[in-house]
């Protein structure tokens, strides 16, 4: 059988070519310089993706040793330095400015019609002003009995100037405590955050905010006299419980909240021992305890 003859890939110089194989080493041999071009270009461009890829694998490298460098750790002394110089170079804000701007938005001014004998409106004086906190967002003011329990009339001005009459909805008397309800409320009400005195002792800081003689929103700060004390209003029967504190509070601020530097509320400014007959503040005040209020007026626990 005739057998196919292979031929050497190798030219022979002075060999004579196969017929058809001259043909395809003429077209190699005389490609043109753009297809060599073409094809060190390419080769070009494998080399240049190589090298792009180990300068990127390097940077990973480096960038992962620097993450994971150990940084030097502040010592206790030197946080404590840093503290002592804030404190020495800056102007902190005080801690009751802090409180009474928490409390701001829910104080509301209560005002009343004062009558004389003959039921004629004797104007606005400070035993037609007294004091409330918003408890809930749909308005709901809690005060003291004796701010609106003789009033024909009554009207709440909030914390963003909008007045509204209001109306007595639920009273309890022996703890001197009185919830109202307004025909209209802003929007984006803020109620107080209510507070807790289970760990309150005496010499707590506190906050008292409200309409002392008709003025303000007024900010008066002192501390936790005592605590479970018994006051004796002129009238009706002895208050117990009670809160003693020694912040400023004067005839216009019954009704308003006792805070703590939380801004949360404590209790609910009732009365001022002044063994005179001039009702001004000599540096003891009472406040009842926020749970008090809750559980005289049949709320749950604040």
């Known amino acids: 059988m005739k057998r196919v003859a292979l031929y050497s890939r190798r030219i022979i110089p002075g060999a004579k070519a196969p017929e058809g194989l001259s043909v395809a080493v003429e077209s190699v041999s ?38 994971q460098a150990p940084r030097t750790e502040l010592t206790q002394e030197q946080i404590d330095a840093a503290v002592l110089h804030t404190l020495a170079t800056k102007d902190l804000p005080a801690r009751a400015a802090r409180a009474a701007a928490l409390i701001g938005p829910s104080i509301v001014r209560i005002r009343s019609d004062v009558l004389d004998a003959k039921g004629t409106q004797v104007g606005d ?12 967002e749909d308005g709901t003011i809690l005060t003291n009995l004796h701010v609106v329990a003789t009033a024909p009339r009554l009207f709440v001005t909030f914390a963003d100037g909008l007045e509204s009459p209001a109306v007595i909805v639920s009273a309890q ?5 009185a919830v109202l309800k307004p025909l209209n409320i802003p929007d984006d009400l803020q109620p107080a955050t209510m507070g807790s005195n289970q760990n309150s002792s005496p010499g707590d800081e506190v906050v008292v905010v409200g309409f002392p003689f008709g003025m303000g929103p007024s900010v008066s700060a002192g501390v936790i006299s005592g605590l479970n004390r018994t006051f004796k209003p002129a009238e009706g029967a002895p208050l117990t419980g009670l809160i003693q504190f020694d912040a400023a509070a004067n005839p216009g601020n019954s009704g308003g909240p006792l805070v703590n530097m939380a801004g949360e509320v404590l209790g609910i400014v009732t009365a001022i021992l002044n063994p005179t007959s001039v009702r001004t503040f000599i540096g003891i005040g009472f406040a009842i305890t926020i749970e008090s209020a809750g559980t005289a007026l049949g709320m749950p626990p604040f």
């Open 30 to 67: 005389g490609m043109p310089d753009a297809g060599i071009r073409a094809v060190w270009s390419k080769r070009y461009e494998k080399l240049g993706l190589v090298v792009l890829g180990a300068v990127l694998g390097l940077s990973l490298l480096l960038a992962r040793d620097y993450v």
């Open 125 to 136: 004086d400070e035993l037609g002003i007294g004091t409330g906190v918003v408890i809930k």
């Open 173 to 177: 008397r022996d703890k001197d405590l």
